[in-house]
């Protein structure tokens, strides 16, 4: 079952605007968020993340946003540039192995946004 | 900051091959390290991860196994590769709760 959903596959926006990726999920017992941005060919790169007793978290042009009665993240960029065109995942954490801290992501399957000059 | 070191880069392989893949972290200690696999237009989804040496978990029943030899060195392994197989293999380092994992710039296996 597919407990993170990004059901947008691609996005398109005009350099200089707000470029709005959303993601979904079902889990209610996922207490940690994390974006990350990936290039063709290399790992993904953290971008931001937030946690659940949080509904919003800023840096610099990036801020998500979390609405946890809707089982919904957003991630905003303001404003794109073109090297913001990449794929974007959205995470979420369900901890394992309490003691020692290890967390199992659980994946969407991505957003590919390209930033139009 | 800590760098996660992956080769090869790329790696064709025929069916019925074995397969070693290895992972090393630089720039922390004890780290909690992951085994994730990306199909063709798929999420990321999770293979093994490890809590400290010789210490696996895994995720999905599959082909593949993990090991774990030194702290900050971490292998992916099969005896028999699978056409399913086929993928883009990354490693990623944890270092907690509610800290983000960083990834290496992973594996493209083909299986012909």
């Known amino acids: 079952d597919q407990q993170v959903k990004q059901n947008s596959p691609s996005l398109s926006v005009q350099e200089g605007r707000i470029s709005i990726l959303n993601c979904d999920y079902t889990n209610s017992m996922f207490d940690y968020f994390l974006w990350y941005k990936k290039y063709p060919a290399e790992g993904p790169t953290f971008l931001i993340s937030i946690s659940s007793i949080k509904d919003k978290n800023e840096d610099g042009r990036f801020t998500v946003f979390l609405n946890k009665s809707a089982k919904h993240l957003s991630l905003h960029i303001v404003p794109s540039q073109p090297g913001d065109s990449a794929v974007y995942f959205c995470a979420a954490s369900v901890v394992h192995s309490p003691l020692q801290g290890a967390q199992k992501l659980v994946f969407g399957q991505g957003t590919r946004l390209t930033i139009n000059p | 900051s800590q760098t996660i070191h992956q080769w090869p880069a790329t790696l064709v392989q025929p069916v019925g091959s074995p397969l070693s893949l290895e992972c090393t972290v630089e720039?922390?200690?004890?780290?909690?390290l992951y085994w994730y696999r990306q199909a063709a237009g798929r999420g990321l989804q999770l293979l093994f991860y490890s809590v400290g040496i010789g210490q696996i978990s895994s995720e999905v029943p599959q082909n593949l196994s993990a090991s774990r030899p030194q702290d900050r060195q971490f292998i992916l392994s099969s005896k028999k590769l699978l056409l399913s197989d086929s993928g883009f293999y990354l490693c990623?380092?944890?270092?907690?709760?509610?800290?983000?994992?960083?990834f290496g710039d992973g594996t493209r296996l083909s299986i012909l």
């Open positions: 720039g922390t200690s004890n780290p909690n």
């Open positions: 990623a380092s944890g270092t907690g709760f509610y800290q983000p994992q960083h």
